[in-house]
């Protein structure tokens, strides 16, 4: 009867843990606002080059939700925006997208990282058209996300959505491209004719060429091959006709300079015959007409090798020999050709810092593109495909 009781309270709670709605103060709910973030901060954040996956499969929704994630985890991220924005423009929200890619271009990782939306030439676009339509619209996406409206964009979209068989898309992407423009020069003839058709039948286009205009030059290396076997012939027959001329002016080169040589070192040994050595000037007078002496030995031994001209033999040996009569006319030869020595010297560092100065300005040399290899900008393609990674 003692333990009664203690049997009594015990038997009471346990019922009281057993009952629905027992022992409900002791822990509170979770209210749904906060299961929404618990889930949020469990979910693991998609990597870039996830999301790219993503949105490349098709699966834009799910890309879409990854990358508001990502700017939302990381806001100083321009990568998280810059993937946002190429979904979008792929989601044909381009207002949207173009938004997206403003606000990514204002943070600091844009610069740091050179971050820049991807996108292929119109060529390269068109083989990709041909072959898979939905990968082709994507890469119009980029294209009229980085370039703008462009029409031949818009034009390649018109071909890849009638290809789809998605007719209305397919007109609006049309009559965009005519309203930026009407005479949509770039298109080939017939394949724009194709198109109308297929649009006015609802029946694919048939493409049994390019979608876009190739080059008029497109067969430039045919006269290009013409010219250069002409210019050949041509080169090698006044090569002949040059090597007999210079031959036959080298010959009298040769022998009229040895000539002048053997002449003007009768004229000094003549003068050496005759000198006085009787005062220490005419002594080094003496010594300066045997060092000329010397240098028309030298001068006719070039001659023979034809590196230098009778005219410069003589006109050098006068000056020369005009040095060599005295101390002060030696001494003002040796003044002047060491002043222009100088100015060379100068002339030739002048020479280089302007040469040097015009490597650093000049840019690259640009040549017209055709249709199929470049954007209305001039642009062919990006440069810059480092919107994935493995970080934001």
Same mark, same amino acid.
């Not at 199929?372 to 440069?383: E, I, P, V, Y």
């Given at each position: 009867?003692?333990? %009664?009781?203690?049997?009594?309270? $015990?038997?009471?709670?346990?019922?009281?843990?057993?009952?629905?709605?027992?022992?409900?103060?002791?822990?509170? &709910?979770?209210?749904?606002?906060?299961?929404?973030?618990?889930?949020?901060?469990?979910?693991?954040? *998609?990597?870039?080059? /996830?999301?790219?996956?993503?949105? =490349?499969?098709?699966?834009?929704?799910?890309?879409?939700?990854?990358?508001?994630?990502?700017?939302?985890?990381?806001?100083? #991220?321009?990568?998280?925006? !810059? !993937?946002?924005?190429?979904?979008?423009?792929?989601?044909?929200?381009? &207002?949207?997208?173009?938004?997206?890619?403003?606000?990514?271009? $204002? *943070?600091?990782?844009?610069?740091?990282?050179?971050?820049?939306?991807?996108? /292929? #030439?119109?060529?390269?676009?068109?083989?990709? +058209?041909?072959?898979?339509?939905?990968?082709?619209?994507?890469?119009?996406?980029?294209?009229? !996300?980085?370039?703008?409206?462009?029409?031949?964009?818009?034009?390649?979209?018109? +071909?890849?959505?009638?290809?789809?068989?998605?007719?209305? $898309?397919?007109?609006?992407?049309?009559?965009?491209?005519?309203?930026? #423009?009407?005479?949509?020069?770039?298109?080939? &003839? /017939?394949? *724009?004719?194709? !198109?109308?058709?297929? *649009?006015?039948? =609802?029946?694919?286009?048939?493409?049994?060429?390019?979608?876009?205009?190739?080059?008029?030059?497109?067969?430039?290396?045919?006269?290009? %091959? +013409?010219?250069?076997?002409?210019?050949?012939?041509?080169?090698?027959?006044?090569?002949?006709?040059?090597?007999?001329? /210079?031959?036959? =002016?080298?010959?009298?080169?040769?022998?009229?300079?040895?000539?002048?040589?053997?002449?003007?070192?009768?004229?000094?040994?003549q003068e050496l015959a005759a000198a006085r050595r009787d005062t220490p000037q005419e002594q080094r007078r003496a010594t300066r007409l045997e060092q000329l002496a010397a240098q028309v030995i030298?001068?006719?031994?070039?001659?023979?090798?034809? @590196?230098?001209?009778?005219?410069?033999?003589?006109?050098?040996?006068?000056?020369?020999?005009?040095?060599?009569?005295?101390?002060?006319?030696?001494a003002a030869y040796t003044a002047e050709e060491a002043e222009k020595a100088a100015k060379e010297q100068a002339r030739q560092q002048a020479e280089a810092k302007r040469r040097a100065e015009e490597?650093?300005?000049?840019?690259? #040399?640009?040549?017209?593109?055709?249709? @199929?290899?470049?954007?209305?900008?001039?642009?062919?393609?990006?440069?810059?495909? =480092?919107?994935?990674?493995?970080?934001?």
């Open positions: 009867m003692k333990r %009664l009781p203690q049997l009594i309270l $015990t038997l009471l709670l346990a019922g009281a843990l057993v009952l629905p709605g027992a022992g409900a103060t002791l822990v509170s &709910p979770l209210q749904p606002a906060q299961v929404a973030r618990s889930v949020q901060a469990s979910a693991k954040l *998609l990597t870039p080059d /996830e999301v790219i996956v993503l949105m =490349n499969a098709g699966r834009l929704t799910d890309a879409e939700t990854a990358a508001r994630a990502a700017s939302a985890a990381h806001p100083e #991220s321009a990568r998280s925006l !810059l !993937l946002l924005a190429r979904i979008q423009a792929r989601q044909g929200r381009l &207002p949207e997208a173009r938004a997206a890619l403003s606000r990514a271009q $204002t *943070l600091p990782q844009w610069d740091e990282q050179e971050l820049g939306v991807p996108f /292929e #030439s119109p060529g390269d676009i068109e083989q990709v +058209m041909l072959r898979d339509p939905a990968a082709a619209r994507g890469l119009l996406a980029d294209v009229l !996300l980085a370039e703008g409206d462009d029409p031949k964009a818009y034009y390649l979209l018109a +071909m890849t959505e009638a290809l789809a068989r998605q007719w209305d $898309t397919s007109r609006a992407a049309l009559a965009q491209a005519r309203a930026l #423009s009407p005479s949509l020069g770039f298109a080939d &003839p /017939e394949s *724009l004719a194709s !198109l109308e058709r297929a *649009l006015q039948q =609802n029946q694919p286009p048939v493409l049994d060429g390019p979608a876009l205009a190739l080059s008029p030059w497109r067969f430039w290396w045919v006269g290009l %091959l +013409m010219f250069l076997v002409w210019f050949v012939w041509w080169a090698v027959r006044a090569g002949q006709k040059m090597a007999a001329e /210079e031959a036959a =002016n080298r010959a009298a080169r040769i022998e009229k300079a040895t000539l002048t040589a053997a002449d003007l070192d009768r004229q000094v040994q030298e001068w006719q031994e070039k001659a023979l090798a034809d @590196r230098i001209s009778a005219a410069l033999m003589e006109a050098t040996y006068r000056r020369l020999h005009a040095a060599a009569q005295s101390d002060d006319a030696h490597k650093k300005t000049s840019g690259p #040399s640009s040549l017209r593109k055709s249709e @199929r290899s470049s954007w209305s900008s001039g642009r062919s393609s990006s440069r810059r495909d =480092n919107s994935g990674g493995s970080k934001w």
